[in-house]
């Protein structure tokens, strides 16, 4: 099938050309086209349509843990996070995947539903969250999963969140592509959910840095932190370019201004080689680099 770009506004998608700075850590060339949709309908029939022409595409959400090249991105970008619709059902949370993890911890705050405190500042949307199990303070978003609609290769299927296998900082769904899902929360009250929000919130205040950063560059190792690591490797405030190490937390590059995307790669290659040079040991990447 001939690929039109145009036909994809058929399928309640909004196309941009040409646009900078998805990646939260504003580097990276334009992005030849973007494709919103604005619904699980419109995903479903741009990510049908795409597959037919056997185009290349990526999808993403808040681009929050995703880095752009610099040159020019040809592959057609998804961007989900204009399907934001979420319900509350009782003790469950139906979200499209586009919706805001922090604007649904708020909502469950308002309402005494527990369970989102620990995930409360990661800015994700829920497929993206989901995607890479995110978590944070020995919890994940995987164990309130009750289950979650995928779409892959042409079909749409549910399965369990039981029968997902939920990995550390990640999920294999064989190239499927989450639409939506239904959180398991636990009742509890607006004020004690608050208490629970602001204690992790202060945890995350005074460990994390704050500035423009795609979060957490490395996976922990089983039994060890990559930020001890990385630490202990002697890479605190180590830069390249306007790329930097965080002297807060090692496991987080910052954009001290002008950073490019080289900048970034460069210095997470070095952080990578001196962790293994002091101790052995591989660090494996949580953030997605896109080529």
Not at 52 to 70: A, I
Not at 71 to 80: A, E, H, N, S
Not at 109 to 131: D, M, N, V
Request: hydrophobic share 40%.
């Amino acid at each position: 099938m001939d690929f039109n770009i145009d036909r994809l506004k058929r399928q309640e998608c909004i196309i941009v050309q040409n646009q900078k700075n998805m990646s939260a850590f504003k580097s990276g060339g334009r992005i030849e086209n973007v494709v919103y949709p604005t619904s699980i309908r419109g995903l479903v029939g741009a990510l049908d349509y795409l597959y037919l022409c056997g185009k290349d595409w990526v999808v993403v959400g808040n681009g929050t843990n995703v880095l752009f090249p610099d040159t020019k991105y040809r592959k057609i970008v998804v961007c989900t996070k204009k399907a934001s619709k979420f319900v509350v059902d009782g003790n469950l949370v139906y979200a499209s995947c586009g919706a805001s993890l922090g604007a649904i911890a708020a909502e469950c705050k308002r309402i005494g539903l527990s369970g989102l405190e620990r995930l409360h500042g990661i800015p994700a949307t829920i497929g993206g969250a989901i995607a890479m199990n995110a978590g944070a303070f020995g919890g994940s978003i995987g164990e309130l999963v009750y289950s979650v609609d995928l779409w892959q290769e042409g079909h749409v299927k549910t399965m369990l969140g039981k029968d997902v296998d939920w990995q550390y900082r990640g999920v294999d769904f064989g190239g499927g592509v989450v639409l939506g899902a239904q959180l398991q929360m636990t009742r509890s009250t607006p004020v004690d959910v608050t208490v629970r929000g602001k204690y992790y919130d202060n945890k995350r205040e005074r460990t994390q840095p704050k500035g423009v950063t795609l979060g957490s560059v490395f996976k922990n190792p089983d039994g060890d932190s990559a930020g001890r690591l990385i630490e202990s490797a002697g890479m605190k405030g180590y830069a390249v370019g306007g790329a930097v190490v965080s002297e807060k937390h090692a496991n987080f590059i910052l954009n001290s201004g002008g950073a490019t995307s080289e900048d970034f790669v460069a210095l997470a290659k070095k952080v990578k080689e001196q962790v293994d040079k002091c101790t052995g040991i591989d660090l494996e990447y949580e953030v997605r680099i896109l080529k």
